[in-house]
């Protein structure tokens, strides 16, 4: 009998959707995946075939152009993603700043963008780090001051997921230098012919090369006053907070998935590589290996489920969802090492899947807030 992974929190409705997003993966993005790997993102077409399949943007309520659905349509799609490590679509970032203009924005900010971004016609990225600063949101050095009914935005970022492609860039600045955490609002940045607004250099990362992570820059950018995200100054570094849940869980269920497509990989490569005679599946050694990837990879499932309940629920906390975030990005890196092994040199070549998954896994500890703070956050809820 074959290991279930299937989520509890799976129906019929959910698993024709996870059907639907397995067919899209399958002959749209994988066939494009080497040479989106190749030319550092996917492109914008892409993009737009998945708004039009109704795989972006699905727990934003049908008002705004979403699909209407909750946490769980989004948990389906990104891991289907994961178990075919196909990591240049960040359809995660795109989701979380939907979930910022839908939680903060004003109704007209949320009219405005929202359709577009479900229909994949705008591609979101938020803009936090800076050179120097990493998890260090208070010592931000980009500047949006008022100047009557703009502001103009100075600064430079990096390490922007979807930097390259977005359309929408959240700029997260400072309004009022003189007041810590309390002077941080989020700025709005339409990128289509906006003077001063620069893309740098598609960063050359050792994973996730199928997906452009940029940096970016701002010089005397002007935008409307209504641009600022639900038009209070201030209320930035709390925006921010608010919606870490969402991102941390998003992080678990991708690890989850990740663990997952590693192990059938794994299980599938032991079965028809022979050594000494027979298939290496059958030494005590790779059985036992995958024993364990195995019972790492359902007790992962199995938290992550919970916590997709939770969030559903609305009872998800910060330090749980940080929970997610940690043990599932520690999990993932573990299983997918073990995995490498038994793929032998084959592993550390890039043609195979599990290479590529050994090289996406090592963000995860580190984007979304390093395992580092995840550990403080929980600390701090003892």
Not at 80 to 98: D, K, P, Q, Y
Request: proline content about 2%; hydrophobic content about 40%.
């Amino acid at each position: 009998m074959a290991i279930d992974f299937e989520p509890s929190w799976m129906n019929e409705e959910l698993r024709m959707y996870r059907d639907a997003a397995a067919r899209f993966l399958d002959s749209e993005m994988l066939p494009d995946d080497e040479a989106a790997r190749e030319r550092g993102h996917v492109g914008h077409e892409i993009w737009r075939k998945a708004g039009e399949m109704g795989l972006l943007c699905s727990d934003i309520p049908e008002a705004y152009g979403g699909a209407g659905g909750d946490f769980r349509h989004e948990a389906v799609f990104h891991g289907e993603m994961g178990r075919r490590g196909l990591t240049g679509m960040n359809a995660s970032v795109h989701s979380i700043v939907a979930h910022y203009l839908l939680n903060h924005g004003t109704e007209e900010q949320r009219q405005r963008y929202l359709p577009r971004m479900a229909r994949g016609e705008l591609v979101g990225a938020i803009a936090m780090t800076e050179p120097g600063t990493g998890s260090d949101l208070q010592a931000i050095r980009t500047r949006a001051a008022r100047d009557g009914d703009e502001y103009v935005i100075n600064g430079s970022k990096t390490f922007i997921s979807n930097g390259y492609l977005a359309g929408l860039v959240l700029v997260v600045a400072k309004t009022d230098t003189s007041q810590g955490a309390r002077g941080i609002s989020i700025m709005l940045v339409d990128t289509e012919d906006q003077p001063g607004y620069r893309v740098g250099r598609v960063l050359d990362k050792i994973g996730l090369k199928a997906q452009d992570t940029s940096e970016l820059f701002f010089d005397d950018v002007r935008i409307p006053a209504g641009n600022l995200l639900g038009e209070e100054e201030g209320r930035g570094f709390a925006q921010l907070m608010s919606d870490l849940p969402y991102e941390r869980l998003l992080i678990g269920v991708i690890a989850a998935a990740a663990c997952e497509g590693a192990y059938q990989a794994t299980l599938d490569y032991v079965r028809e590589r022979t050594a000494f005679g027979q298939p290496i599946a059958e030494f005590q050694n790779t059985r036992f290996s995958l024993a364990n990837v195995a019972t790492e990879t359902k007790v992962l499932r199995a938290f992550v489920d919970r916590c997709v309940e939770d969030i559903v629920a609305g009872r998800l906390d910060t330090a749980t969802a940080s929970m997610a975030k940690l043990h599932g990005s520690e999990v993932q890196g573990r299983v997918v090492d073990q995995c490498l092994q038994l793929f032998g040199g084959y592993g550390y070549m890039n043609e195979y899947l599990i290479g590529r998954m050994y090289t996406d896994a090592r963000i995860q500890r580190i984007y979304g807030g390093t395992n580092e703070i995840m550990k403080e956050v929980i600390a701090r809820a003892m």
